[in-house]
Nanobody, 126 residues
Framework: QVQLVESGGGLVQTGTSLTLSCVAS????????MAWFRQAPGRDREFVSS????????YYADSVKDRFVISRDNAKNTVYLQMNSVKEEDTGIYYC???????????????????WGRGTQVIVSS
Protein backbone atom coordinates (compact mmCIF):
# COMPACT_ATOMS: atom_id res chain seq x y z
CA GLN A 1 0.00 0.00 0.00
CA VAL A 2 1.46 3.32 -1.09
CA GLN A 3 1.49 6.12 1.46
CA LEU A 4 2.66 9.70 1.11
CA VAL A 5 2.79 11.65 4.35
CA GLU A 6 3.40 15.39 4.34
CA SER A 7 4.61 17.47 7.25
CA GLY A 8 6.05 20.89 8.01
CA GLY A 9 3.08 23.14 7.37
CA GLY A 10 2.04 25.89 9.72
CA LEU A 11 1.36 29.57 10.20
CA VAL A 12 4.18 31.83 9.02
CA GLN A 13 4.68 35.51 8.30
CA THR A 14 5.24 36.96 4.86
CA GLY A 15 8.86 37.03 3.79
CA THR A 16 9.93 34.11 5.95
CA SER A 17 10.84 30.52 5.04
CA LEU A 18 9.27 27.12 5.58
CA THR A 19 10.27 23.61 4.54
CA LEU A 20 7.76 20.89 3.78
CA SER A 21 8.61 17.19 3.79
CA CYS A 22 6.90 14.19 2.25
CA VAL A 23 7.87 10.66 3.22
CA ALA A 24 6.84 7.90 0.82
CA SER A 25 6.36 4.21 1.55
CA UNK A 26 5.10 1.23 -0.39
CA UNK A 27 6.81 2.19 -3.65
CA UNK A 28 10.26 2.11 -5.20
CA UNK A 29 10.92 5.74 -4.54
CA UNK A 30 13.76 6.25 -7.00
CA UNK A 31 11.49 5.14 -9.86
CA UNK A 32 8.85 7.80 -9.25
CA UNK A 33 8.70 11.45 -10.17
CA MET A 34 7.58 13.44 -7.13
CA ALA A 35 5.70 16.70 -7.06
CA TRP A 36 4.04 19.28 -4.87
CA PHE A 37 0.64 20.74 -5.63
CA ARG A 38 -1.37 23.22 -3.60
CA GLN A 39 -4.98 24.20 -3.25
CA ALA A 40 -6.24 27.49 -1.90
CA PRO A 41 -9.81 27.88 -0.63
CA GLY A 42 -12.24 28.08 -3.52
CA ARG A 43 -9.60 27.35 -6.12
CA ASP A 44 -8.50 24.35 -8.15
CA ARG A 45 -5.52 22.31 -7.16
CA GLU A 46 -2.45 23.71 -8.92
CA PHE A 47 1.03 22.51 -9.72
CA VAL A 48 3.86 23.95 -7.62
CA SER A 49 6.98 21.94 -8.36
CA SER A 50 8.25 18.52 -9.44
CA UNK A 51 11.47 16.52 -9.41
CA UNK A 52 11.86 13.77 -11.98
CA UNK A 53 13.45 10.46 -11.04
CA UNK A 54 15.12 10.30 -14.46
CA UNK A 55 17.72 12.99 -15.14
CA UNK A 56 16.90 14.57 -11.75
CA UNK A 57 15.26 17.65 -13.23
CA UNK A 58 13.28 20.18 -11.23
CA TYR A 59 10.34 22.18 -12.53
CA TYR A 60 8.53 25.11 -10.96
CA ALA A 61 5.32 27.02 -11.53
CA ASP A 62 6.00 30.61 -12.54
CA SER A 63 4.42 31.84 -9.31
CA VAL A 64 7.08 30.16 -7.17
CA LYS A 65 10.10 30.18 -9.44
CA ASP A 66 13.19 31.71 -7.79
CA ARG A 67 11.53 31.41 -4.35
CA PHE A 68 10.89 27.69 -3.81
CA VAL A 69 13.37 24.83 -4.06
CA ILE A 70 12.42 21.18 -4.46
CA SER A 71 14.80 18.37 -3.55
CA ARG A 72 14.66 14.66 -2.86
CA ASP A 73 16.64 12.18 -0.80
CA ASN A 74 16.18 8.74 -2.31
CA ALA A 75 17.89 7.09 0.65
CA LYS A 76 15.19 8.50 2.93
CA ASN A 77 12.27 8.16 0.50
CA THR A 78 11.63 11.83 1.07
CA VAL A 79 10.92 14.86 -1.08
CA TYR A 80 11.23 18.39 0.28
CA LEU A 81 9.90 21.78 -0.67
CA GLN A 82 11.84 24.73 0.70
CA MET A 83 9.62 27.79 0.56
CA ASN A 84 11.46 31.11 0.77
CA SER A 85 10.16 34.67 0.78
CA VAL A 86 6.62 33.38 1.23
CA LYS A 87 3.66 35.52 0.23
CA GLU A 88 0.05 35.53 1.34
CA GLU A 89 -0.90 33.98 -1.98
CA ASP A 90 1.17 30.91 -1.05
CA THR A 91 -1.51 30.05 1.50
CA GLY A 92 -3.18 26.70 0.89
CA ILE A 93 -3.06 22.99 1.49
CA TYR A 94 0.12 21.51 0.03
CA TYR A 95 -0.08 18.00 -1.35
CA CYS A 96 2.68 15.58 -2.22
CA UNK A 97 2.09 13.45 -5.32
CA UNK A 98 3.84 10.67 -7.21
CA UNK A 99 3.82 9.54 -10.84
CA UNK A 100 5.75 6.97 -12.83
CA UNK A 101 6.10 9.45 -15.71
CA UNK A 102 9.72 10.38 -16.26
CA UNK A 103 8.78 13.59 -18.01
CA UNK A 104 7.48 16.64 -16.22
CA UNK A 105 6.90 20.31 -16.94
CA UNK A 106 6.17 23.57 -15.20
CA UNK A 107 2.45 22.94 -15.60
CA UNK A 108 1.73 19.32 -14.73
CA UNK A 109 -1.90 18.35 -14.23
CA UNK A 110 -3.15 16.59 -11.09
CA UNK A 111 -4.58 13.73 -13.19
CA UNK A 112 -1.04 12.85 -14.28
CA UNK A 113 -0.22 11.76 -10.74
CA UNK A 114 -1.27 8.42 -9.30
CA UNK A 115 -0.65 8.70 -5.60
CA TRP A 116 -1.41 11.55 -3.24
CA GLY A 117 -0.83 12.49 0.35
CA ARG A 118 -3.47 14.05 2.57
CA GLY A 119 -1.82 17.44 2.57
CA THR A 120 -0.32 19.88 5.03
CA GLN A 121 -1.78 23.33 5.67
CA VAL A 122 0.31 26.45 5.06
CA ILE A 123 -1.01 29.83 6.13
CA VAL A 124 0.97 32.93 5.30
CA SER A 125 -0.04 36.02 7.20
CA SER A 126 1.20 39.58 7.21
Amino acid sequence: QVQLVESGGGLVQTGTSLTLSCVASGLTFDKWTMAWFRQAPGRDREFVSSFTYLFARAYYADSVKDRFVISRDNAKNTVYLQMNSVKEEDTGIYYCAATTQWRSSDDDRPDEYRHWGRGTQVIVSS
